[in-house]
């Protein structure tokens, strides 16, 4: 299955021109407080959305202060500019493609979305589809007398539509293929887009090669219809009485205490698995060597704790345990747990897997916590037939190096990880993509991230004080 290989991001926030971060099945964003990690986090979300095979009309338009990830207005999230040149009025996100020899004259090699300002938020402008050097389809709005422009490179043609549809126009590639035939029927005057892409995807209604196209376009859509996870940088605090009153997703985990109880109390089955799963992370990490549900009641309504027993003692509330338990607990059960999010999670984790947005999964756990937990994302990246992937925040050299042990071992492959490392420089952010070879060490890296990792060695040697 195709999965993105860049995030294309231009002018947004911290990020000027156009800045591209390589995303793999385990991509870990390092570098220095505010610059630019959430926000690539954000970003990736948004263009989920905005590519989501199976979004309804009412989900066209993007939501960009979706929980966790707050971006504020347009004016907050495009990048300021002060000087002769004015200020920027458009920002631009995308993919890139991976290059597969049977799709690469299938698919575009680029989607890329254009950004404006309307009533404070943004909204898309356009939409272009690269497919090589040159060749390319742009559709865009058009404020005048039309409502959208379609553009190949010899021509433009105009087409009418409510304004309501643009959104979903955008995604015009797809109508222009696979409706044809009403497509042509609405718009006579688009004969020249449809004849052009004929002749660039090689199509005729003799082959077979519109059916090949088609299982590859659901192919490359398949790999937005992953369930999103978001996790925050802060998860929710502990209780020591749960009154399971809902089991709405949270990116702060507030669900995950009613969701372990329901799984006890009605799957047993999907309990015991979940369960064993937790305690062997648990012992691995030294965090506990058990954790259950204690109901106050026969009835799913009634109130419940979480128990958790150390190493070496009796059970206890998780409100006497160490934060690390609370705070580890949500990622936790969101990475081993068939669950997911929203009425047809269940079945598109299943099919499709999940994508882990993570925030400093590290938060409160000691360095062998840490580690495990990095063995953790290796070991769901590495489940059979596995489409789970991870984009992860992190402070933290403890979950980066033991990827770099875990490729070293050929537990990992080099190809599935990617570091990006986030460079202030000034006022502005380089992101800059770092790989690994088969023995774990790291290649293309710029002097900037190896003085960010060494300094405090140096300094902990006494060699730069």
């Not at 991001?9 to 570098?31: A, K, Y």
């Not at 006579?188 to 082959?207: Q, R």
């Not at 003692?313 to 998780?318: D, L, R, T, V, W």
Request: charge should be neutral.
């Amino acid at each position: 299955m195709p999965q993105p290989e860049q995030l294309i991001l231009e002018d947004v926030r911290c990020f000027q021109g156009e800045q591209r971060g390589s995303v793999r099945p385990i991509t870990l964003l390092v570098g220095e407080n505010s610059t630019g990690k959430s926000t690539f986090l954000a970003c990736f979300s948004i263009l989920h959305q905005m590519l989501h095979p199976y979004r309804s009309r009412d989900e066209a338009l993007p939501d960009f202060n979706q929980e966790p990830f707050s971006m504020g207005s347009f004016r907050d999230i495009v990048r300021s500019r002060q000087g002769p040149t004015g200020r920027i009025n458009e920002f631009k996100l995308g993919i890139s493609l991976p290059s597969h020899k049977q799709i690469r004259d299938m698919l575009p090699s680029e989607i890329v979305f254009t950004f404006e300002e309307r009533g404070s938020q943004p909204v898309p402008k356009s939409c272009l589809y690269r497919f090589g050097p040159t060749e390319f389809i742009n559709i865009r709005r058009n404020e005048e007398d039309y409502n959208a422009v379609v553009a190949i490179p010899d021509r433009e043609v105009y087409i009418r539509l409510d304004p309501a549809d643009f959104p979903i126009f955008l995604l015009g590639f797809e109508y222009l293929i696979f409706a044809e035939k009403w497509f042509s029927r609405e718009f006579p005057n688009a004969e020249p887009i449809t004849s052009y892409l004929h002749k660039l995807l090689n199509l005729s209604d003799s082959d077979k090669r519109k059916e090949h196209l088609s299982y590859h376009k659901y192919e490359l859509l398949s790999s937005f219809a992953t369930t999103i996870v978001p996790v925050a940088p802060l998860r929710a605090k502990p209780k020591r009485t749960y009154d399971p009153v809902s089991e709405v997703d949270s990116p702060g985990g507030e669900h995950i205490p009613m969701l372990m109880m329901r799984l006890d109390h009605v799957e047993k089955n999907r309990w015991q698995s979940l369960h064993d799963e937790l305690v062997e992370f648990g012992k691995d990490s030294g965090l506990f060597s058990d954790i259950k549900v204690r109901r106050h009641g026969k009835q799913i309504h009634d109130p419940f704790q979480l128990q958790v027993k150390s190493q070496s003692g009796a059970y206890s509330n998780i409100m006497d345990v160490g934060y690390g338990v609370s705070q580890s607990l949500p990622i936790l059960v969101e990475l081993l747990s068939e669950d997911g999010r929203g009425s047809r999670s269940l079945k598109a984790s299943r099919r499709y897997g999940k994508t882990f947005l993570l925030q400093q999964p590290e938060v409160h756990l000691h360095p062998k916590g840490q580690a495990e937990l990095a063995n953790l994302f290796a070991k769901v990246v590495n489940k059979k037939a596995s489409r789970n992937r991870f984009l992860i925040e992190t402070h933290s050299d403890y979950i980066v190096d033991r990827i770099r042990i875990l490729v070293r071992k050929k537990q990992l492959k080099p190809e599935d990880v990617s570091i990006i490392f986030f460079e202030p420089k000034n006022n502005k952010v380089q992101m800059h993509n770092i790989v690994l070879d088969k023995f774990g060490n790291i290649e293309n890296a710029p002097d900037s991230y190896r003085s960010f990792f060494l300094r405090e060695t140096d300094r902990l040697l006494g060699l730069n004080d």
